[in-house]
């Protein structure tokens, strides 16, 4: 079975430019998740999607960040315009998410590691 | 509110030697689910455990032992004979068992395993 997908793998930037990342999830999984994970720290959960709905966007900045998730299936995540503190690796993980409640495991891609200038 | 303690920011040892990570977590909710994950150079976070908060049994799988004691909210995970491949920071998570709850992870500590 295919694992969770990500692209680009790095990404260099300047600060005030804009930069997507694009996630792909393991087939039949109904939740995805977006994690920013800065240097010497866990993954921080920026947003959350229940098939093509969002569950959880608390943490999001949402002056700069948006993410979208079409279809159900892959998910964009955008930063418009970058600051330096926004290097960090994002991961994108997905899980079965078919009962509410119900703990089902997450399984992460490779994450993209993103270098703000 | 929820937290996880990861209070060993950084374990060296040399192979063959066993190693325990410790993670201490804090909720109010009675049920919950304890993960442990593990991260190596490659980036990705690879699942390795997952345990409810009724089942306070030990688990062992190959190498890797879990031990789980809600008396002490501590949820310890043991390599034994370590080996290089081991290398790698490891995270504790915690999700309470109420609606869409996400993950709240440990600060993670690194293992280092030298030949």
């Known amino acids: 079975e295919a694992g969770v997908a990500q692209s680009p793998r790095y990404k260099i930037i300047e600060k005030r430019q804009s930069v997507a990342f694009w996630c792909n999830p393991i087939?039949?999984?109904?939740?995805l998740y977006w994690y920013q994970q800065i240097l010497g720290q866990g993954p921080k959960l920026l947003i959350q999607?229940?098939?093509?709905?969002?569950?959880?966007d608390s943490q999001l900045p949402k002056d700069r960040f948006s993410a979208e998730r079409l279809k159900g299936v892959d998910s964009t995540l955008k930063i418009q315009p970058a600051k330096l503190e926004d290097s960090a690796v994002y991961l994108c993980?997905?899980?079965?998410?078919?009962?509410?409640?119900?703990?089902?495991?997450?399984?992460f891609g490779p994450g993209t590691r993103l270098t703000v200038l | 509110a929820q937290k996880v303690t990861q209070a060993q920011t950084e374990i060296s040892v040399v192979e063959k030697e066993d190693v325990t990570l410790d993670c201490v977590y804090e909720?109010?909710?009675?049920?919950?689910?304890l993960f442990w994950y593990k991260q190596p150079p490659s980036g990705e976070l690879v699942f390795l455990i997952r345990r409810n908060s009724f089942d306070e049994q030990n688990e062992i799988s190959g190498r890797y032992s879990w031990n789980f004691q809600k008396s002490t909210s501590s949820f310890n995970f043991t390599i034994t004979a370590s080996q290089v491949v081991d290398s790698a920071v490891y995270f504790c998570?915690?999700?309470?068992?109420?609606?869409?709850?996400?993950?709240?992870f440990g600060k993670g500590t690194m293992l280092l395993v030298s030949p």
């Open positions: 998570a915690l999700r309470y068992n109420s609606g869409y709850s996400t993950l709240t």
């Open positions: 993980a997905s899980s079965l998410g078919t009962r509410q409640g119900i703990a089902d495991t997450q399984y």
């Open positions: 909720t109010r909710d009675t049920t919950y689910y």
């Open positions: 087939s039949g999984h109904a939740t």
């Open positions: 999607f229940q098939n093509n709905g969002v569950v959880d």
